[in-house]
């Protein structure tokens, strides 16, 4: 009896199913009959076409304003974090500068050795701002497309000589070794920006230098990709970079070390202008690290084919 009761209940709630579809089908074949050309009858096979056709543009709009919606999110993240870091950038020097200048006006200012050694840190102060401020200015200019390159010839071994040279007294501070991977008694010559890749080049190597180990070694080489390209690598056997970081490491201050610190000063827009400069080349610019063992940061460049030529004077 119970089973009874049931296949009747099924077979009732299929009835009302199949008389409110067969309702609304053939009210929407009214309203296409409505508004069809004079002697034009909708068949009850277009209008399931059609309404599977309004479906699935009703599901591909759902979806691309869920898209949406949600890159929207993740840039209204963005910005809040982008603006909470430069904030936290800006208010450190400014808020050392205002306690030293405090200080003297309270009355330091009449004993000499404090007033020198308060106004030499409040002018170290300035210049910490005075380098954000100019590296974000470089950046909105690459952004927005005003700065352009002077490109010429020039031997990329020499270059990183001398940025070895540059940084010779922070590696030995640091206790770090710099030096490229083997010898390289022949110029390789490239062709770019000569001051905007020795900008980049400085900034990995810094880099490198502020996260390496205490007797760590950093190495360039430059390698031959083809005779159109070449690639600089700079490696370290420093503390490497936890994987979900690589992809946010080229974003203004963006920071690894979660805690706030940031290890030997710098701008926080070192690997950003990197970035900036590069995709300015049209060149490639690649990341690999891994805990505990190192990273490494590498671009290309476009070569000279005449690896005799002499660099420009």
Do not use: C, W
Not at 75 to 80: L, S
């Amino acid at each position: 009896m119970a089973g009874l009761i049931v296949v009747f209940f099924l077979f009732s709630v299929f009835l009302i199913y199949y008389r409110i579809e067969r309702f609304i089908l053939k009210k929407i074949k009214t309203i296409y009959n409505d508004l069809a050309p004079a002697g034009v009858s909708m068949s009850q096979q277009t209008i399931q076409s059609d309404m599977e056709a309004l479906r699935f543009s009703m599901q591909k709009f759902a979806d691309d304003k869920k898209l949406e919606i949600e890159l929207l999110k993740d840039k209204e993240n963005y910005r809040k974090e982008f603006f909470g870091n430069i904030s936290h950038e800006l208010k450190t020097p400014l808020f050392t500068i205002q306690g030293y200048v405090d200080t003297l006006l309270d009355g330091a200012i009449d004993d000499k050795n404090l007033r020198n050694k308060y106004l030499k840190r409040t002018s170290k102060g300035v210049d910490r701002l005075i380098y954000i401020v100019k590296d974000l200015d470089l950046i909105t200019q690459f952004e927005s497309g005003i700065q352009t390159l002077d490109r010429s010839y020039f031997d990329v071994i020499q270059l990183i000589e001398n940025v070895f040279d540059l940084l010779e007294m922070q590696t030995a501070k640091n206790n770090i070794s710099l030096s490229f991977d083997r010898e390289y008694p022949d110029p390789i010559m490239v062709f770019g920006d000569m001051e905007r890749i020795l900008q980049v080049l400085t900034n990995l190597i810094i880099n490198s230098i502020k996260y390496g180990l205490d007797k760590g070694k950093t190495e360039v080489a430059v390698e031959r990709l083809s005779p159109e390209k070449i690639i600089v690598r700079i490696t370290d056997n420093g503390e490497g970079i936890e994987e979900e970081n690589i992809p946010r490491l080229f974003e203004r201050f963006y920071r690894v070390d979660k805690s706030g610190n940031r290890k030997g000063g710098g701008s926080g827009l070192g690997l950003a202008i990197v970035k900036h400069i590069i995709e300015a080349h049209q060149e490639k610019l690649l990341v690999e690290s891994k805990i505990g063992v190192g990273s490494e940061f590498s671009f290309t460049l476009e070569s000279h084919q005449k690896e005799s030529a002499k660099p420009p004077s």
